[in-house]
Nanobody, 120 residues
Framework: QVQLVESGGGLVQAGGSLRLSCAYS????????MGWFRQAPGKEREFVAD????????YYADSVKGRFTISRDNAKNTVYLQMNSLKPEDTAVYYC?????????????WGQGTQVTVSS
């Protein structure tokens, strides 16, 4: 059974940085594409970034492009989201997801989420 556990969220001032981590356990990590998503209060969950199983392909939402970087360490079964130049509108619960094909809103596996709050 696949389990995902996010960590690294917290409170940060606008312009600051955070690095989220998502620890994976279960089937072979390197077989899964991984993604980060977020959900702000009163809004639908939205895509943030995803990365292919080998790490060779990444894709970002326009709202985070140039500020966030997704990466993975298959030896540590962990995917990361480095978030720089944070804005108050980045405030949300951030979730990681895993899927054998591509991590989308229909991904097979989800973590429990970690709160990120950016103060102005």
């Amino acid at each position: 059974q696949v389990q995902l556990v996010e960590s690294g969220g917290g409170l940060v001032q606008a312009g600051g940085s955070l690095r989220l981590s998502c620890a994976y356990s279960g089937h072979t990590f390197s077989s899964y594409a991984m993604g980060w998503f977020r959900q702000a209060p009163g809004k639908e969950r939205e895509f943030v970034a995803d990365i292919s199983w080998g790490g060779g392909r990444t894709y970002y939402a326009d709202s985070v492009k140039g500020r966030f970087t997704i990466s993975r360490d298959n030896a540590k079964n962990t995917v990361y989201l480095q978030m720089n130049s944070l804005k108050p509108e980045d405030t949300a619960v951030y979730y990681c997801a895993a899927d054998s094909r591509r991590a989308t809103l229909s991904a097979a596996y989800w973590g429990q989420g970690t709160q990120v709050t950016v103060s102005s």
